[in-house]
């Protein structure tokens, strides 16, 4: 049965860090990409980061970038999302999400529009930034 889990959510101030983990049951890291995904409440879900698995390219959205490191680790199947700096922008439902990349396949080229071609995705951990 494949299972995305989330964990690491939580509060911190303004300027803090946060390490979000995603645990991945069932399927193989070298043959799924794997996302993180954030949703506001009343806003659409946007995808912040992603490696592929093709080649481990990693992407991240513009607002992230320098502050936040996607990594995995293929034999624990396991991926973490390290966040710095956190801002007042950043609270969300943060969700890790898997989209088939077998050997072969082009990495993933955007996270535009990626949440269309998920396969699978975890139940989400809530991160909060406040004073």
């Known amino acids: 049965q494949v299972q995305l889990v989330e964990s690491g959510g939580g509060l911190v101030q303004p300027g803090g860090s946060l390490s979000l983990s995603c645990e991945v049951f069932?399927?193989?890291?070298?043959?799924?990409?794997i996302a993180w995904f954030r949703q506001v409440p009343g806003k659409e879900r946007e995808g912040i980061s992603c490696?592929?698995?093709?080649?481990?390219?990693?992407l991240y959205e513009d607002s992230v970038k320098g502050r936040f490191t996607i990594s995995r680790d293929i034999a624990k199947k396991m991926v973490y999302l390290q966040m710095n700096r956190l801002i007042p922008d950043d609270p969300a439902d943060y969700y890790c999400?898997?989209?088939?990349?077998?050997?072969?396949?082009?990495?993933?080229?955007?996270?535009?529009?990626?949440?269309?071609?998920?396969?699978?995705w975890g139940k989400g951990t809530q991160v909060n930034v406040s004073s």
């Open positions: 999400a898997a989209q088939e990349n077998p050997p072969g396949a082009r990495p993933i080229p955007t996270l535009s529009g990626m949440d269309v071609y998920v396969d699978y």
């Open positions: 069932g399927l193989n890291l070298d043959h799924y990409a």
């Open positions: 490696i592929s698995a093709v080649d481990g390219s990693i």
